[in-house]
């Protein structure tokens, strides 16, 4: 599972980062970044779909394959 | 370095000079039909807007009044978030609906940058205070105000009843907010005075309330000079300082900013933090989990928000126009009510720049309060006010701790 933020859509309302804050972190203006290279560790698939679920602008894809 | 000469006299005599906008006449008195003549000041909007709003949705889903010199409340989800995004159509250059338009040249930064700016201004104006109010940067202020909490809570002291809006509520957002900026933590009470006058006060004479809200930017200056005179870290020296398009920002988007982040800072939190107890005083089934599973107040806050948000917008029509079935006039007001929206994700539209401070300051004074009162009930449901027009939350809530 890979995820990825649509840039353009991220308003940094922070729901990814505090609700799955190994997946997701802030930039210094509190956009929501993926760390690492968005591949979701095994075990973390079910953060990446309650971050994807919670954010306000659907800005998070969860891509299932990859 | 020359002198910042930017927070003269001259500059609040142009200032009030420029100042030549609509005065609408004020019409008060019950309201006869919702559709036609509603009023968000009138007592049982503020009780409980809430069936109100849902047999608008069925009957008339646009409703208008000529109060306030004429404004529209569309109360279903897809009209309140087209009018949010539309920019092209709807002006923000005053988001505080009242008796008052502002001129349009006041466009696109508005009295209080950047909630009242347009694009693409707004943008840039939002951007600059971006960096002060990230999640990180927030959770700096939790140990003070976790503190800040216990002691409101250890000067309860033996009473039975106590006022949660306004012995408790009230004075948390007071505190960080003028830690932020910079003011004297002791002027607490004018703040309110302040938040009354801006958000309740909308159908004074129109002299009285430029005067009350002349009194919020001259208390605003004094503080700019005394930060011009003895710099500090903090946001008034922050925004003092800061540069949008290669100067310094305009006296008026100083004060305007400073203006925003205090009431907007204030009025917000406050009617969470109300809302949330009055929730929990109703609720014991909600109030016992929450106590047991203190881990669980994370999710109970995003709903209380979804339940109680308690902002309200407006908009300016910008032209003439039909509009989803009605015709809309130039400067028209519209009351865009994202609670009515269904109470959808839809508050969410265009984030709040403060959303990280009003959770922290949320889930602080709910964690200080249910760990050291976690035994609470309405003391009197009757006694229970609510703030009038558009910010909604307790402005009295007895709660009987013992």
């Keep these: 599972m890979k995820i990825q933020i649509g840039a353009e859509r991220c308003q940094g309302h922070g729901r990814c980062y505090d609700r799955a804050p190994d997946l997701f972190g802030a930039d210094d203006e509190g956009y929501g970044m993926v760390l690492g290279d968005g591949v979701v560790p095994p075990g973390k698939e079910r953060d990446a779909r309650l971050a994807a679920a919670n954010c306000p602008e659907r800005a998070i894809d969860v891509l299932e394959e990859g | ?402």
């Design chain 2, 1 to 402: 370095m020359a002198a910042d000469d930017r927070f003269t006299e001259d500059f609040r005599d142009a200032r009030e000079e420029e100042v030549i906008g609509t005065i609408s006449e004020v019409v008060t008195g019950p309201v006869a039909d919702w559709a036609t003549d509603f009023s968000h000041l009138e007592p049982e909007w503020s009780a409980d807007p809430y069936p109100i709003q849902d047999d608008l949705r069925q009957r008339c889903p646009i409703a208008h009044t000529e109060r306030f010199g004429g404004a529209w409340l569309p109360t279903r989800y897809e009209d309140v978030s087209s009018i949010a995004y539309d920019t092209e159509r709807f002006s923000s250059r005053s988001i505080i609906l009242s008796n008052f338009r502002p001129p349009r040249e006041l466009a696109p930064i508005g009295g209080s940058p950047p909630i009242s700016s347009d694009p693409p201004f707004h943008h840039d104006a939002r951007k600059l205070l971006l960096p002060a109010f990230t999640k990180a940067e927030i959770a700096k202020q939790e140990p003070a105000t976790r503190a800040f909490c216990h002691s409101l809570i250890d000067a309860f002291d033996g009473q039975g009843v106590v006022d949660a809006a306004g012995d408790y509520a009230q004075h948390i957002p007071m505190r960080v907010i003028a830690d932020m900026l910079g003011f004297p933590p002791e002027d607490g009470p004018r703040f309110r005075v302040f938040v009354e006058d801006l958000l309740e006060g909308i159908n004074l004479p129109p002299d009285e309330r430029i005067e009350r809200v002349s009194r919020l930017f001259e208390y605003l200056l004094v503080q700019v000079h005394d930060h011009i005179d003895h710099p500090r870290e903090d946001l008034t020296s922050y925004l003092i300082n800061a540069e949008l398009y290669g100067h310094k920002l305009a006296p008026d988007h100083v004060v305007g900013t400073m203006a925003l982040l205090l009431i907007a800072g204030i009025d917000t939190s406050w009617s969470a933090i109300g809302a949330s107890l009055w929730h929990l005083a109703k609720h014991p089934a909600d109030r016992r989990r929450l106590v047991a599973e203190p881990g669980l107040l994370p999710t109970a806050i995003e709903e209380f928000l979804r339940a109680y948000a308690p902002v309200t917008m407006a908009r300016l029509v910008k032209e003439d126009m039909h509009w989803h079935g009605v015709d809309m006039k130039a400067d028209d007001w519209i009351l865009l009510s994202f609670p009515a929206a269904n109470r959808d994700p839809a508050q969410f539209i265009h984030r709040c720049v403060g959303s990280h401070l009003a959770r922290l300051e949320l889930r602080v004074a709910l964690e200080a309060w249910l760990a050291r009162i976690p035994e609470f009930t309405l003391a009197d449901p009757a006694a229970v006010t609510w703030s009038a027009g558009q910010i909604r939350g307790p402005r009295s809530l007895p709660l009987r701790i013992r």
